[in-house]
């Protein structure tokens, strides 16, 4: 029995394998090739750098002088079991993403009486050109306690003055307990 079940492992091993290798033969080679340069990289870590600052300072001018415009994306979507309680209980029009996500943030960050921050690991910053993608682990720390956690995503563009700004921030949220 042992040796019937290393056989049909082996043979399902070699088929994954052909198949990757199929992918592979099949994908034109301008495929992953993006352009990027080491000052865009440094520039991008920059505005990482300067929204955590912003955060932590309770400076909401910088936190908006990092976006791109002031309606940007900005949210933590709500997830689908919990908007399908919330339109059949309360809000029959509930969204998983309102309106308003930015100014809010700033509003509570502003006002907020303890200190906050957040805090980013496994940074990963994806360019081509002037477009980014940054993706990261993330803390959101109020009195130095961690009261929530999840990954965060920043699709990131230049302005017409070759400034890096973020375009969309979204992030998942898991409670600590």
């Known amino acids: 029995m042992r040796y019937l079940i290393l056989a049909i492992l082996s043979a399902f091993a070699m088929i994954v394998t052909s ?15 993006h352009t990027a340069t080491v000052e865009d990289e440094r520039e991008i870590r920059q505005v990482v750098a300067e929204f955590q600052s912003a955060l932590k300072t309770k400076n909401t001018y910088q936190l908006a002088s990092l976006m791109l415009h002031s309606d940007i994306e900005f949210a933590s979507p709500t997830p689908p079991e919990v908007l399908r309680k919330l339109q059949e209980s309360v809000d029959p029009n509930a969204v998983p993403v309102r309106a308003g996500g930015l100014r809010d943030f700033a509003r509570f960050i502003r006002d907020s009486k303890v200190p906050v921050e957040e805090r980013f690991y496994n940074l990963k910053i994806t360019q081509d050109k002037h477009i980014a993608w940054v993706m990261f682990d993330y803390e959101f720390v109020e009195d130095g306690k961690v009261g929530n956690y999840g990954i965060e995503t920043w699709q990131m563009t230049k302005n017409i003055e070759g400034k890096w700004k973020i375009a969309s921030v979204w992030w998942s949220t898991n409670l600590m307990q």
Do not use: I, N, Q
């Not at 198949?19 to 090739?33: E, I």
């Open 19 to 33: 198949a990757d290798a199929a992918d592979a033969a099949v994908a034109p080679a301008h495929v992953g090739r």
